[in-house]
């Protein structure tokens, strides 16, 4: 199969009112916005009919967190394999904004790569396919032959843990820390 993006914005990548930004305690100047409301229309209408179309396997926006936190709660889904993820069609050259910026968009998994090509390009939206899933149990980010990777076990722990914080904070009975030891042996089973 294959991973695309799609930017719903075609705005600058801009890091103003991120999470990132907020985790550095700050909130920035610039923040993104979407460029072309009829066009964030036509890109939304046309991921709804690839959805109707069964052409889409999974996806994800890209919202708080950014590209990043998108294709790694995209692999906590399940347990096993990640990604391999090419960021060389990217103008932006800044790894940084690329990876965090809250841009307007989604990422899809598809496995009908040209019919999915075609009906987009029919539709006039822009797309760029990003990379694939892989066997190993990581994100492997590349942009100009510099190699990124980020655990995602790892990176789940971590992103519970916040949860996991709010959860002791709320509940006085001691389950939470009993809910946070057990979370990795809940697989996800859909039906």
């Known amino acids: 199969t294959y991973i695309y993006h799609i930017d719903f914005s075609f705005d600058n ?14 909130i920035g100047e610039e923040v993104p ?20 179309k069964g052409l889409i396997l999974a996806g994800h926006d890209i919202s708080g967190g950014g590209l990043i936190t998108t294709l790694l709660e995209m692999c906590f889904a399940n347990m096993e394999g990640g990604m391999e993820i090419t960021f060389d069609k ?14 307007p968009g989604i990422v ?25 899933p892989t066997d190993e149990r990581h ?15 790892h990176m789940r722990d971590v992103w519970y843990s916040s949860s996991y914080l709010l959860d002791r904070k709320q509940s006085f009975n001691g389950c939470a820390q009993k809910r946070f030891e057990n979370y990795k042996m809940q697989p996800l089973e859909f039906a």
């Open 139 to 153: 994100i492997l980010v590349i942009k100009e032959g510099i190699t990124y990777q980020f655990g995602i076990d």
């Open 33 to 52: 916005t979407v460029k072309n409301a009829e066009y964030f229309r036509d890109a939304f209408l046309a991921v709804q009919e690839l959805i109707e």
């Open 108 to 132: 899809i998994q598809v496995k009908n790569k040209a019919e999915v090509e075609q009906f987009l390009e029919d539709a006039g939206i822009g797309f760029a396919m990003i990379g694939r």
């Open 13 to 26: 990548l801009k890091l103003g009112g991120s999470a990132f930004a907020q985790s550095l305690n700050k």
């Open 90 to 103: 990217v103008k932006e050259k800044d790894i940084v904004k690329i990876l965090f910026a809250e841009n």
